[in-house]
């Protein structure tokens, strides 16, 4: 009945994605600082000579409740908002949820969202 | 620079100047140098880098002002010490009076030939005694005990910085009319050299030496936390090195003004020497090596500030910056943990300039050099003042070192130097400060504790 889509961005493409979330009638959502590595493997650093590996690059977690049926068109936006084409634009993925509760008026399941 | 002048006459401009010198070198510590080193440790530790630079500052301002300036600029006690002046001569600036400069007891300034008061000149030499001990910060990041570092900076200006200062400035060993003087000819340190860096920077490996390596070096990364800060240090440091350099002329004369220009044109160049060893080396120009060049380069002119003329000051500002970027990296060989490269910027910058001015030393274009100095070898001078700019060095490497392990012994045998490696990995502010520098989401404060 629900779903949460877990998108792992590049930080500067935030923003296409959140105004395409919004386009695509999103009316909520969680952004959080994450950092990791994939492919791409992080790069190097060099401070006064002495070289170091940042395998853990900076990436933005965006986190984002749907209805089932809206689960793969939700995917399709992130995709093309965020995508790059160059490695290291991260991932998404799509998670079952057993329930949802607003907190506020304590509604609960898909009128929640 | 001693005088004999029956009357003392005062030239406002001349102690506006000095006046204005003294700020701008006092702000080379606090801000400029806490930042400069504060942004290249990491986070857990930018108070306590901060704070000890900040500490240096207040014991070693208030111990200037009760026997510093007495042993740095006082009479010696008997004809075979050249070392110090008299520690209880002018205690607590007593018997110091401005306004009766005619050689008499108590009323001796080393300023008084260019009308600066006596007061004038404790104030501008107190900044110097200040940013020497500061200096020395870069070297004990993350791991000294606080306390210890206190009792460090006392009995390391008292031990080694003031009598070095009054063997070079204050008529001693190392001055105009010194043993040196006499035998050899005048050492040239126009603006500290041998008494700042050299002497700091041979302090800082014998301390990293008694203190250790910190934990997880050189295999953990430590990676300075705020490149934005150390740059802003080092501009400022840029800055305020135009009142140590040209302010140590003593005077808003002529020599002050080719000062001027020597501390900026060897700056530009070392900055660009570093940046090119770099991008050679390493395949960037760095932020932080633009931040390094520029007080290598500062570093490096600081004892020839008076004595070169244009080509001297590119020389010596190209070679500091190379050499200075290619010294970093020793550490790595010989694996002492200089945690912020004090030797390989100060001492190997303070060694480059006062062996340089054996070669380059000149009275062209408006330089100056004191009385009993010679030319350098490549202006005709013969190799004299090679040879004697040599041993000053060596002299001031080998009486800073020793000097520094002996005290360094003594805390550490009485109170230790090194904090416990517990705190160590939890990071010395919150240990020893009982703070954390950043409102980060891990260390948010929840509640006030009633």
Redo the contacts between chains.
């Keep these: 009945m629900t779903k949460l889509v877990t998108a792992i961005i590049q930080p500067h493409r935030l923003d296409d994605v959140k105004s395409a979330l919004e386009g695509a009638g999103v009316h909520g959502l969680t952004v959080s600082e994450a950092s990791g590595y994939g492919r791409q493997r992080g790069h190097t ?9 940042v395998d853990l690059v900076p990436k933005v977690r965006i986190d984002v409740l749907v209805t089932d049926e809206d689960a793969p068109s939700i995917v399709d936006v992130v995709i093309q908002a965020a995508q790059t084409g160059k490695i290291g634009d991260g991932k998404v993925w799509v998670t079952p949820v057993d329930d949802v509760a607003r907190v506020r008026t304590g509604e609960r399941g898909a009128g929640a969202l | 620079m001693a005088s004999t002048a029956n009357a003392f006459c005062l030239n406002t401009g001349n102690n506006a100047w000095m006046l204005t010198s003294a700020v701008i070198v006092l702000m080379m510590t606090v801000p400029a140098l806490a930042f400069f080193y504060g942004g290249m440790v990491r986070t857990r530790s930018v108070l306590n880098m901060l704070m000890m630079n900040y500490i240096a500052a207040g014991i070693v301002g208030f111990v200037w002002l009760l026997w510093g300036y007495s042993m740095a600029f006082g009479t010696e006690t008997t004809g075979i010490n050249q070392f110090f002046g008299n520690p209880f001569q002018f205690f607590g600036l007593n018997g110091l009076n401005e306004t009766a400069i005619d050689g008499s007891a108590g009323s001796f300034s080393p300023l008084a030939a260019s009308g600066v008061p006596a007061f004038t000149a404790v104030a501008f030499q107190v900044t110097f005694a200040v940013i020497t001990v500061a200096l020395i910060t870069g070297a004990i990041a993350d791991r000294m005990k606080f306390g210890s570092w206190i009792a460090f900076t006392v009995l390391w200006a008292t031990i080694v910085y003031f009598p070095l200062a009054h063997m070079v400035w204050g008529g001693g060993l190392l001055g105009v009319g010194g043993f040196v003087s006499r035998h050899l000819s005048t050492p040239i340190d126009f603006a500290g050299g041998t008494v700042v860096h050299i002497d700091a920077g041979a302090a800082g490996l014998a301390l990293a030496l008694l203190l250790g390596k910190r934990k997880g070096w050189p295999k953990e990364p430590m990676r300075p936390h705020n490149l934005p800060y150390v740059m802003l240090g080092a501009a400022l440091l840029w800055v305020g090195w135009f009142g140590f350099n040209a302010g140590s002329e003593g005077a808003a004369d002529g020599v002050a003004s080719r000062a001027w220009l020597n501390t900026f044109l060897a700056t530009c160049v070392a900055m660009i020497g570093w940046l090119a060893t770099e991008k050679i080396r390493d395949g960037h120009a760095t932020s932080l090596g633009a931040a390094s060049g520029i007080v290598a380069g500062l570093v490096a002119i600081t004892p020839a500030a008076s004595s070169m003329d244009t080509w001297g000051s590119i020389v010596v500002g190209l070679a500091a910056g190379v050499l200075c970027a290619i010294a970093i990296g020793i550490k790595y060989r010989f694996g002492f943990d200089d945690a912020l490269d004090v030797v390989g910027v100060h001492l190997v910058g303070g060694l480059t300039g006062t062996i340089l001015i054996g070669f380059l030393a000149t009275n062209n274009q408006g330089a100056w050099f004191p009385a009993g100095a010679k030319k350098g070898l490549l202006y005709g001078g013969g190799g004299t003042q090679l040879v004697t700019q040599i041993l000053a060095a060596a002299f001031a490497v080998v009486f800073s070192f020793v000097l520094t392990y002996v005290i360094g012994r003594i805390i550490k045998a009485v109170a230790g130097l090194r904090i416990p490696e517990a705190v160590e990995v939890g990071g010395i502010d919150l240990a020893v400060h009982g703070e954390s520098a950043y409102d980060t989401i891990g260390a948010r404060i929840s509640s006030e504790v009633e």
Excluded: L
């Design positions: 650093e060099v401070y006064r000579g002495a070289e170091y590996t």
